[in-house]
């Protein structure tokens, strides 16, 4: 079956660089959401779209963007990279929409993991 | 407040045998969801089981069962007959419904490993 591709898998840049992180949902999927894991913590969400429209919006930073595309992918724009943006980045996606009571499972890519150095 | 608590960072069980993992959530919202999330030393998150908060019954994924005990807003992870590819850290994580809010909240996880 599908699952959800992130590209790059690795990324390195440097500080005050920009990078683009790239997400494929599962076909069919509508929502994707974007979230940050730093070393040892739990995943935090930082936004999430629906229907290519942002639905919601978590701990994201000013100098980060997102948006999804007509044919459904989704990148995470990153700007003025900071040490402490190193993290692994997922992307998720469900196709639950809108309604329902939670019934509809998350899945995550792989993961991009970004280094600041 | 926290609004996933796992208690225990980390566990170890020997091989074959069962283990519970932990996890308490706390929500004022009635229709909520909750998922257990394994991620291997290689970081890819893999869900394992979803319960949601309307449904009876336990739900069960193979060798993994959520014991769901919503009068103590508990959603603990039973791994069976535990395999050495278990070892991992395991997430639960709750979706709530106000506002129409979709994302998951994490727990900050359990460390589990599996001894031969």
């Known amino acids: 079956a599908a699952g959800v591709i992130q590209s790059p898998r690795h990324l390195i840049k440097e500080k005050r660089e920009t990078a683009t992180l790239k997400c494929y949902p599962i076909?069919?999927?509508?929502?994707v959401y974007w979230y940050q894991q730093g070393p040892g913590q739990d995943p935090q969400f930082l936004i999430s779209?629906?229907?290519?429209?942002?639905?919601d919006k978590g701990s994201i930073p000013d100098r980060f963007s997102a948006q999804q595309f007509s044919d459904y992918h989704s990148e995470l724009n990153m700007s003025s990279l900071e040490l402490g943006d190193s993290a692994l980045y997922f992307c998720?996606?469900?196709?639950?929409?809108?309604?329902?009571?939670?019934?509809?499972?998350?899945?995550f890519g792989p993961g991009t993991r970004l280094t600041v150095t | 407040a926290q609004k996933i608590t796992q208690t225990q960072p980390g566990m170890f069980v020997q091989e074959k045998e069962a283990v519970t993992l932990d996890c308490t959530y706390d929500t004022s919202d009635q229709s909520y969801g909750l998922f257990w999330y394994k991620q291997p030393s290689s970081g890819e998150m893999i869900f394992l089981i979803y319960?949601?908060?309307?449904?009876?019954q336990n739900a069960t994924e193979g060798r993994y069962s959520l014991n769901f005990q919503k009068a103590r807003k508990s959603a603990n992870l039973v791994i069976s007959a535990s395999q050495l590819g278990d070892s991992a850290m395991y997430f639960c994580?709750?979706?709530?419904?106000?506002?129409?809010?979709?994302?998951?909240?994490f727990g900050s996880g359990t460390q589990l490993t599996v001894l031969p």
């Open positions: 998720a996606s469900s196709g639950g929409g809108l309604a329902g009571p939670g019934t509809y499972e998350q899945y």
């Open positions: 076909p069919r999927h509508d929502t």
């Open positions: 994580a709750m979706r709530e419904i106000h506002d129409s809010a979709r994302q998951l909240t």
């Open positions: 319960q949601g908060s309307y449904d009876e």
């Open positions: 779209f629906y229907e290519k429209m942002q639905s």
